[in-house]
């Protein structure tokens, strides 16, 4: 399953799936990004965090990949279980300024 | 392992009261940052506080003072509260200034 940009901010899915969370950031100075992972009633928790000089990451069962041409930001989600369900932001930061969240995709696995 | 604590989890305040949200963290880390998040929307940046010492305003200061009080605390006040201010805060704190932050699980605050 994938969503495109910041338009459908919801994302439904088949257990086992793989998942496809997209991200459009806005600031072409911006050169380190984050994902965080968001359960009902709790705070955001970090995921994976890529810098500009990568256009790659992988982490267990999550992979972000970054494209600076065209300013895009995904995390693929492999196997996607049932508590993978969360909202997912992206967080982009420049240089020294500050990190700006997106407003994030909300991912439901079905059994 | 404590993380980030954040009292109280659930507050309601009448038009014009004060309250502070207290925020501490065990992990030694530097930074430490307090976001609002409205229903649906993302996180947005209240204040932050890069350094033991410094407070800075992000993108929403308005209506709200932050105190450092040392490493491990940071408090957010809010001195007349307003409807607008109902929403869910979130402190967090990283290591270095703008690395993977760590949250605490928030404090519901509901303005009447």
């Not at chain 1, 359960?39 to 972000?64: A, C, H, L, W, Y």
């Not at chain 1, 895009?72 to 990190?99: M, N, R, W």
């Not at chain 2, 308005?62 to 105190?67: A, E, L, Q, W």
Request: proline share 4%; charged share 15%.
């Amino acid at each position: 399953g994938e969503n495109v940009g910041l338009h459908l901010p919801t994302l439904s899915v088949q257990e086992g799936d793989n998942s496809i969370i997209n991200c459009a950031y806005s600031n072409s100075a911006s050169d380190y990004f984050i994902w965080y992972k968001q359960e009902s009633g709790k705070g955001p928790q970090f995921i994976i965090d890529i810098r500009s000089n990568m256009d790659k990451r992988q982490g267990q069962r999550v992979t972000v990949l970054l494209n600076k041409t065209v300013k895009h930001l995904s995390l693929q989600i492999a196997a996607t279980q049932p508590g993978d369900s969360a909202v997912y932001f992206c967080a982009e930061t420049a240089g020294a300024g500050k990190s700006t969240f997106g407003d994030g995709t909300t991912l439901t696995v079905k059994p | 392992n404590a993380g980030v604590t954040q009292t109280p989890k659930f507050q309601v305040l009448k038009t014009g009261q004060s309250m502070t949200l207290q925020c501490a963290q065990d992990m030694n880390h530097n930074s430490m940052y307090w976001y609002r998040q409205d229903p649906g929307m993302g996180l947005r940046l209240i204040y932050y506080s890069a350094s033991e010492g410094t407070t800075d305003k992000g993108e929403v200061p308005n209506g709200y003072n932050v105190s450092r009080l040392n490493k491990r605390e940071f408090s957010l006040r809010l001195e007349s509260a307003a409807p607008s201010q109902t929403s869910v805060y979130f402190c967090a704190s990283s290591e270095q200034f703008l690395g993977p932050q760590h949250f605490g699980d928030g404090t519901r605050l509901s303005i009447l």
